[in-house]
């Protein structure tokens, strides 16, 4: 990798930025791409380096923001006859520059640790923080009569955190019984947060909701916060309580970064198409069409088109 790339690398992973690794791994002439060349794209689609002629740059673009999106790696071909390319884990796509040729890409998203920040030291925070360890978060405790040692896990227990010092898009929960959670969630609603859960009763939660609206925090951030937290799965013991907790953050996180699977405007070289409600939608793959129309309702242009 040049030496620039890497440095704009490792300042973005230092800063906690979302990016993808762009790689060419294969080329047949007359790609003008060479074997090893490399490129960096960030969440925002600012491209850096060079994997073959600007007719393939809209193609790698898109594709890198969406293994940015879902976090999945690909390997690409781009072919004049991406239907001769099939192989299994393969995205073949159409060779759009008329010099011809065709080049393999692999795609590598490079992703933040996922950050859990839990207010509060009851039991189920206490397992809480245990489980997301072992699913690889990043775990930070705040509280001011929390024991480390009751947190072997946690990469940091604090007994309180400036509001600016909240990691921006993480996963919180607040379960502080009453104490202080009012200034806790407006904290983290500023935010940003990938997911807000808070433990509390819907009468507390009552007050908490008009009390926060009134200190001007939008209705629709209040809208989203998970209250009471936690999958309805019957959940009593404070090992289940955490385990509802963690499934609803991974269903939301899952949920966040699942990919458009249809589009309503035109894509050059799409061979997979469908028509819903007058809408004509195009696909990458028989796949994607296959669930996009098992259940259209999920996708939001396609809600936007209901009668």
């Not at 500023?190 to 009763?201: D, H, K, M, Q, T």
């Amino acid at each position: 990798m040049r030496p620039d790339l890497l440095a704009l690398a490792s300042g973005l992973a230092a800063r906690e930025e979302r990016f993808a690794l762009v790689t060419v791994v294969r080329r047949e002439p007359p790609s003008s791409a060479r074997v090893g060349d490399v490129a960096v794209v960030t969440e925002t689609g600012e491209y850096y380096g060079w994997v073959g002629g600007g007719c393939t740059r809209s193609t790698v673009l898109r594709e890198a923001r969406r293994a940015i999106a879902d976090g999945e790696p690909r390997l690409l071909s781009l072919s004049p006859a991406p239907g001769e390319e099939q192989r299994p884990g393969l995205v073949a796509l159409p060779m759009t520059c008329d010099s011809g040729g065709t080049v393999e890409i692999y795609v590598e998203p490079v992703l933040p640790v996922a950050r859990l920040v839990l207010f509060g030291s009851s039991p189920a925070v206490r397992v809480l923080a245990r489980i997301g360890h072992a699913m690889g978060y990043r775990v930070e405790v705040v509280d001011a009569d929390a024991d480390k040692a009751a947190f072997p896990d946690a990469e940091r227990v604090l007994q309180s955190i400036a509001p600016d010092a909240l990691p921006r898009g993480a996963h919180v929960l607040v379960a502080t019984m009453g104490e202080r959670d009012l200034e806790a969630i407006e904290a983290v609603a500023a935010r940003a947060p990938a997911y807000l859960g808070v433990i509390a009763s819907p009468k507390r939660f009552a007050q908490l909701r008009d009390a926060l609206l009134a200190r001007g925090v939008p209705r629709t951030v209040l809208e989203s916060i998970a209250a009471p937290a936690g999958l309805d799965i019957g959940a009593r013991t404070p090992e289940e309580i955490a385990l509802s907790i963690m499934a609803q953050i991974v269903e939301r996180r899952r949920r966040a970064a699942e990919p458009a699977l249809g589009t309503s405007a035109p894509a050059t070289g799409a061979r997979h198409t469908a028509e819903v409600n007058g809408i004509k939608y195009y696909f990458c793959c028989s796949g994607c069409r296959t669930q996009f129309l098992s259940e259209p309702a999920r996708y939001p242009a396609a809600k936007a088109h209901r009668s």
